[in-house]
């Protein structure tokens, strides 16, 4: 469930973030939305700092199934009137088995 997720992947990488204590609810989803940029900045755009997870989904033949998250925090938000917005508290995350990593810098 959502809710599942947010408790065992993101709250622990939140940790120390401006998003740690607060409520998250999706903005944008492209199964919903679309599967395009325009569409993704329709709706992330001037909303702040964010979360992004990715869902990957492999198959090993069989039912071997396994599902790995990917994403990364941005504390300044989105804009997409161009240009960089870099940030020294960015990351980007993955998971590996039931564990989550930040990568290093």
Same mark, same amino acid.
């Given at each position: 469930?959502?809710?599942?997720?947010?408790?065992?992947?993101?709250?622990?990488?939140?940790? @120390? $973030?401006?998003?740690?204590?607060r409520?998250?609810?999706? &903005?944008?989803?492209?199964?919903?939305? =679309?599967? %395009?940029?325009?569409?993704?900045?329709?709706?992330?755009?001037?909303?702040?700092?964010?979360?992004?997870l @990715? $869902?990957?989904?492999?198959?090993?033949?069989?039912?071997? &199934?396994?599902?790995?998250?990917?994403? =990364?925090? %941005?504390?300044?938000?989105?804009?997409?009137?161009?240009?960089?917005?870099?940030?020294?508290?960015?990351?980007?995350?993955?998971?590996?088995?039931?564990?989550?990593?930040k990568?290093?810098?």
């Open positions: 469930s959502d809710d599942a997720i947010v408790q065992t992947i993101l709250r622990p990488l939140l940790l @120390g $973030t401006q998003l740690q204590s409520a998250l609810k999706p &903005v944008y989803d492209a199964d919903i939305h =679309g599967w %395009n940029a325009q569409s993704f900045h329709d709706k992330v755009d001037g909303c702040g700092a964010s979360i992004v @990715g $869902t990957v989904v492999t198959l090993k033949g069989g039912d071997d &199934v396994k599902t790995y998250y990917v994403g =990364g925090y %941005n504390p300044k938000g989105w804009a997409s009137y161009g240009g960089a917005r870099p940030s020294v508290a960015a990351f980007l995350f993955y998971s590996s088995s039931s564990t989550y990593q990568l290093q810098k």
